[in-house]
Structures are given as structure tokens and as C-alpha cells.
């Protein structure tokens, strides 16, 4: 019992942090209808950005996250300006995905040449503090992530939400044509929106880096868990990419704490198996073009 | 991450095996092997992965074949032939490093070959020194399947198996007083051929003797969040962790451990604690004490010509010890064996070598090393322990710089 609620804890700590990833790839999927297969090397590259910062000159990866997501907007912007748009429109859900693949790939060799191919892993003085709440632990640095997370989610559902930016997004996702009628610049609420979703892969990469060891490979693991994480939730939905991300997370630690790790990734397809045989679209998509 | 690679490399190591079957098939069999008894400079050659996932580690190996180089041509060669080195980069890959030893043997007629870095490249790169009769010394890939192609040639240049290497650490625990031993142990093993094996050893040996297994588990290398196996161990409260473990999944059972701030009595670690700089950098230094591993080389072993190797390594990469990468030693251990062998026989060809280190044991800086007919090490590692921040070699005594610490001091402490 206790290793199951210690699991649970664990579990739903680090949903947060996937929630944050899942929910750039779920944008970007909303406003363009690009599967980006470079979500998860845009989440490396942020956790190598933090890393730089804080070995040379000392920065917090939480204090960090504002300069990284700085950077990131505008590699996400210029990536949609020189790789994605030049994609004629018809074809562009189809060769977006072989598109933003070179793309991952393409990170992937500039970070094995800038940091090599060696593990990396963030160690700040608080890395393995944990405060003991009735006999259970809470990692310090999860329920900051946890808590950064959320709160990185709550100002894009505000930026989508209550700005001009957001409304032309939201526009966008609904009906294309009537938001071009409208006057909406669709190129570049386009361009803003792979911003935007770069922009949240950078946030969440300065958590991962934080918590777990990686290297210029490790987007492999992390693209294949956030496209299960968005399908499971439905394809453009922010709300589908924070469940998804719960019941991945949850499911993952409760079965590898209660069982074995073997089995918490099988659990775990078995339930997206489950889920989209009842409804396709995934637990908060639409059939039709939706809301985000 | 790295891992899945690493399985991807795995499947090309299948077609790689193949390809040095085929074109051996092809070339007559028993082709020149080198005579290496001629004049002029000894040539070697060796296939290192300079860049790609082993990249770490194949510079290490390259850091020690060149320092050996360099200290026997200070001396005079081999038999008075200066030795050349032709090193060649095979990028990590099981195809590649074929070519590669083709390349080395037919073409460039190199005297001598020297093994790569790890058992996915060793396998094929074996095979093919095999096919020519050419020696093979590894400094590493001591996986299971090398010895099981049982070839003549081959020899792993450790003091045992990979698989044994944790063996010293159940026989230490086992030559503690009854009172003092562990009453209970709990397992977390990587699922990998160098990892979960070693630990697997470990626990045969404590539960022969009586030693509870309260827990066991062994996780995927995709495994990217260890905390909720912790979890489930630290639920058991073992006296003595046993992790099977290579370097990343042990700085996570170590940092899991601290979170959920539970002790054990013990900690041995396969793989991962014996690094004396990235443990205690990713674990953090107050962490590391009690810890228990294992090594075949540390700085300031007694062995043959472990001081001259320490004070060579240090002069000309710079650096202190306590960095030398062990892959580095083991390079160098290879090559101090060839010039055991030109020094008792006067001959250094690969018959020579081959028949020579068949028979007895030979001194090395990583202690005398003798193997079995098919190339496996029939000695044992070092127990090592972190002990005032350093790592420091505990047993057997007549290695040990230190006492053994058998209850591990509270974390951060």
C-alpha cells in the first residue's frame, strides 16, 4: 500500500512536467495540423540551454526559463519560416512529418556537436530534497516542476484565452477560412503558434534536465511518450494533453512501484488501445475541427 | 535514449557478424597471418570509436594504446622495432569496425591488431582477427556471447568476465563475521548482458549463504524514471541494496534513495560508483560514502607498472589519478602483454602470442591476468569504496589501501 501512494504521488508530480511538453505539440497541431516529430528534441535542447546556463554562469534552470523560452520562440518561429512553410498546403500534414523528423534530426547532430554524446544531468543544491508528508515522500524538485508546470499552462490558457494573439489562434483552429476572412494573418499566427509551442518545449526542457540524466539522443524515448500522451488525450486539445499526461504518468509509477516497470509501459497502451477503440479521436478531441 | 541505439547497433551487429563471415569465407583461410618477426617498425592496428555512442570511452582506449606506444619507443621498441600505431575510427559501428580490421590486415599489413571498445564491436572484430590468425587482445567487451565463439585467439585483457566482476563484493560480505553480514538484500537490475547478470551472481552467493532476497526487480533500459522501483524497494527495508546497474541508472538509484531518505546498511553498485569523477558530480559528493563497486585498476595499485602508467598518463595528458579513465589502464595493460611476451620468447608474432599467453599468468598494471581457452580472464576485480570522498580499493587485503566500511554512513554524510 505504501509503495502504491508513494507511486501515485510520483506519478502525478511528474505529469505536470509532460503536460507542459504535451501541450506545445498539441498547439502546434491545433493551429497547422503538423504532427511535430522535433517536439521532443526542442525539450532536449531546452534542458541543454538550462544546463549551459547554469554550469557557466551559475543561473537556477527555474530562474533560467525565461531566457530559454525566449530562444526557443524565435527558433520555433524561424523553423516554421524556413522549413514549414515553404510546404505547399495540401501536402503539408504529410510532409510536415518527414519535414520536422529532419528537423529532430538536424538538432540532434548540432547537440552531439556542441555538448557530445555524454549523459548530462542538472544538480542543483535542492536536487534531492524532499519534505516527508505522513510517511511519504515529495521530491522538492518535483513539486516545484509540478507547480511551474501548472503555472506555465495557466499563462498559455491565458494567452489563448484573453489576448488578441489568443483569439486569432483559437480562430485559426476553428475554421481557417473564416478567420482569413476575418482578417486573420494565418502565416503568422502559423509562425507564432510553432513559436509558442517551441516556447513551452524550452520551459519543460529546463524540468526535465532537472530531473532526469539525458543526452543528445534521449528525444527517441520522450517524441514516442508525447505523441501517445496527445493521442490519448485527442490531437489539439490542451485539456486532452494534461489528462493524457496524467493517466501516462500515473499509470507508468503506480505499475512500476506496484508490479514492475516491465509491465507500466504495456499498462499504459492497453488503456490508449482502450481509449481510442471507444472514441478515436482520444478522450478530448473532436471529430471535426475543434477548440483548443 | 542512448540505450535504444544501442539495441538498433545490436541488430546491426547481427549483419556485421555475417558480412566478416562471408568475406572470410571468401579469403583464403589462414592468409598471412603478420609475422610481426621482420625488421623495421612493429606495426598495430586498432579500430576505436573516436566518434558515435562510445565515443567517451573509445578516446580513453585510444589515450592508453598511444601512451603505451610511446613509453616502449622511449625505451627502445619492441625488440628494437619502434612500435607504430594506426589507429582507425569505426564511429561506434559493428559494420564499420569490420571493414575496419579487413582494412587493417589485407591492406595495410599491420603487424599486430588491438581490440575496439565494448562487446558489440569485439564480436565481429574478433571474428575477423580470427580468420586471418592474428592475436586479439580486447582491453574490453567481456560479454558472455565473446566467449562463447570460443576462439584461440582472443583474449579480454580484465581480470575476469564482466559478468563476475560483482562477485568479489558477495565474497567480502560473506567473510564477514554471521553477526555482521546482512540479514536481507534487495535487488534493482538493469535488464542488459553486463548488468543484471552481475547483481544475479550477487544474489546466488547471499541466498546460498542465508541472505533474505526481499525484493527484486529488474527494470528496461527505456526505464526513464527509476523513483517508483525505489519506491518499491525502500517499502522492503533491505539491509544490503544490490544494484546491477551501468552509469546513468546508477546515479538515479543513488539520487531516489536520497529522496525517499532511506539508507541501507550496504550499497554495491556494479557500474557507475567505480567513476571517481561523474559519481560524486551527479550524486553529489556527500552521497558517495559507504558506497561499494568494483574495479580492476585504481591509482596507486602496487601492480606491474602502475606508477610508470600513473606518471606517464598524468605528464602527457595532464589531469590528476584520480581522473584517469580505466579504459585508459586496460589500453595500456594490452600492450604491456605484448611486451611481456617479445621479452620471454624474443619473437613477437601472432603465433607467438597466442601460444605464449595461453600458458601461465602475466603481470600487468591491472594485476598478473591468465585465461581460459576461450580468452576469459580467470581472476577476479577489486572491491572498491568511496571512503572521505575518494575512491579507494578495500579488497582483497592484499590490494587494499583501506579498511572496509560495513555500515554505510547516513547520505550527505
Given amino acids: 500500500m505504501h509503495a502504491l501512494i508513494q507511486g501515485l504521488i510520483l506519478g502525478i508530480l511528474t505529469a505536470g512536467v509532460y503536460a507542459l511538453m504535451a501541450s506545445g505539440q498539441t498547439l502546434i497541431f491545433g493551429i497547422m495540423k503538423v504532427v511535430n516529430l522535433a517536439q521532443g528534441a526542442m525539450v532536449i535542447l531546452g534542458a541543454y540551454l538550462a544546463y549551459q546556463l547554469f554550469t557557466s554562469w551559475g543561473i537556477d534552470p527555474f530562474l533560467a526559463i525565461p531566457i530559454t523560452t525566449g530562444v526557443m520562440f524565435f527558433l520555433g518561429v524561424a523553423i516554421e519560416l524556413l522549413f514549414l512553410r515553404p510546404l505547399r498546403r495540401d501536402e503539408k500534414s504529410e510532409l510536415s512529418l518527414l519535414v520536422t523528423f529532419a528537423v529532430a534530426l538536424l538538432l540532434e547532430g548540432i547537440m552531439s556537436v556542441t555538448w557530445s554524446t ?28 509540478f507547480l511551474l508546470s501548472l503555472l506555465a499552462l495557466g499563462l498559455l490558457f491565458l494567452l489563448l484565452n484573453r489576448t488578441r494573439l489568443g483569439r486569432a489562434v483559437r480562430a485559426s483552429v476553428q475554421n481557417p477560412e473564416s478567420a482569413r476572412l476575418l482578417g ?5 499566427v502559423s509562425a507564432i503558434g510553432f513559436g509558442l509551442g517551441s ?11 532537472l530531473l532526469y540524466p539525458f543526452n543528445s539522443g534521449s528525444h527517441y524515448d520522450l517524441i514516442s511518450r508525447l505523441l501517445s ?40 497502451f492497453v488503456v490508449l488501445l482502450l481509449v481510442l477503440l471507444v472514441r478515436p479521436q482520444g478522450l478530448f478531441g473532436t471529430a471535426a475541427r475543434g477548440s483548443i | 535514449m542512448r540505450r535504444n541505439r544501442l539495441r538498433r547497433l545490436g541488430s546491426l551487429a547481427v549483419g556485421a557478424v555475417a558480412a566478416a563471415t562471408l568475406v572470410g569465407g571468401c579469403a583464403s583461410s589462414g592468409s598471412g597471418s603478420g609475422s610481426g618477426s621482420g625488421s623495421g617498425p612493429l606495426v598495430i592496428g586498432a579500430s576505436v570509436s573516436l566518434t558515435g555512442d562510445f565515443s567517451d570511452s573509445g578516446k580513453a582506449v585510444q589515450r592508453g594504446y598511444q601512451l603505451w606506444a610511446d613509453t616502449v619507443n622511449a625505451q627502445g621498441g619492441v625488440l628494437g622495432r619502434k612500435v607504430q600505431l594506426k589507429i582507425v575510427n569505426d564511429a561506434s559501428s559493428p559494420t564499420q569496425v569490420v571493414t575496419n580490421y579487413q582494412n587493417l590486415i589485407n591492406k595495410d599489413h599491420v603487424d599486430l591488431t588491438f581490440g575496439p571498445f565494448s562487446t558489440l564491436l569485439t564480436i565481429p572484430a574478433s571474428q575477423v582477427a580470427h580468420r586471418y590468425s592474428y592475436a586479439f587482445l580486447a582491453p574490453a567487451g567481456g560479454g558472455p556471447k565473446v566467449f562463447q565463439q570460443n576462439l584461440d ?25 554471521a553477526d555482521q553480514r546482512p540479514k536481507t538484500a534487495a535487488y534493482a537490475e538493469l535488464d542488459d548482458p553486463f548488468s543484471a547478470p552481475i547483481a544475479e551472481s550477487i544474489r546466488q552467493k547471499f541466498e546460498a549463504a542465508g541472505i533474505t532476497t526481499v525484493y527484486k526487480q529488474v527494470y528496461p ?37 536520497v529522496q525517499l531518505k532511506y539508507n541501507p546498511k550496504m550499497m554495491y553498485l556494479s557500474n557507475g560508483a567505480n567513476s571517481p569523477l561523474e559519481f560524486p558530480d551527479k550524486v553529489g559528493a556527500g552521497n558517495t ?39 585508459s589502464a586496460e589500453a595500456y595493460a594490452v600492450g604491456q602483454l605484448i611486451e611481456a611476451v617479445a621479452a620471454k620468447s624474443h619473437k613477437v608474432d601472432n603465433a607467438t602470442i597466442i601460444k605464449e599467453l595461453h600458458s601461465g599468468s602475466w603481470p600487468t598494471l591491472l594485476g598478473d591476468l591468465s585465461w581460459s581457452a576461450n580468452g576469459a580472464p580467470t581472476g577476479s576485480f577489486n572491491l572498491v569504496q568511496w571512503q572521505g570522498g575518494k575512491l579507494l580499493p578495500v579488497y582483497p587485503s592484499s590490494i587494499a589501501q583501506a579498511t572496509p566500511i560495513a555500515a554505510k554512513p547516513a547520505w550527505g554524510g
Fill in chain 1, 199 to 209: 516556447a513551452t518545449a524550452a520551459a519543460a526542457g529546463s524540468i526535465y534536465g
Fill in chain 1, 184 to 188: 486573420v494573418e494565418a502565416e503568422r
Fill in chain 2, 289 to 327: 560514502e559507504g558506497i561499494f563497486s568494483s574495479a580492476d585498476w585504481f591509482p596507486g595499485s602496487t601492480a606491474a607498472g602502475s606508477d610508470d602508467f600513473t606518471a606517464a598518463y598524468t605528464k602527457k595528458y595532464g589531469g590528476t589519478a584520480q581522473q584517469i579513465d580505466d579504459s
Fill in chain 1, 229 to 268: 500522451i496527445v493521442i490519448l488525450g485527442g490531437l489539439g486539445s490542451i485539456g486532452g494533453a494534461v489528462a493524457g499526461a496524467l493517466i501516462v504518468s500515473v499509470s507508468s509509477a503506480v505499475v512500476a512501484s506496484t508490479v514492475s516497470p516491465i509491465w507500466s509501459e504495456m499498462t499504459f
Fill in chain 2, 153 to 177: 585467439n582472443f583474449f579480454f585483457v580484465q581480470p575476469a568476465p564482466t559478468t563476475q566482476s560483482g562477485d568479489v563484493f558477495a565474497n567480502y560480505v560473506l567473510s564477514l563475521p
Fill in chain 2, 221 to 257: 533500459s527505456e526505464t526513464a524514471d527509476l523513483s517508483p522501483v525505489m519506491a518499491a524497494l525502500v517499502a522492503t527495508k533491505p539491509d544490503v541494496i544490490v544494484g546491477g546497474t551501468q552509469s546513468e541508472d546508477a546515479y538515479a538509484q543513488v539520487k531516489a534513495l
Fill in chain 1, 118 to 145: 555524454t549523459v548530462r544531468s542538472i544538480n542543483t543544491t535542492y536536487a534531492n530534497s524532499s519534505w516527508t508528508v505522513f510517511g511519504y515522500q515529495i521530491t522538492l524538485v518535483r513539486l516545484w516542476a
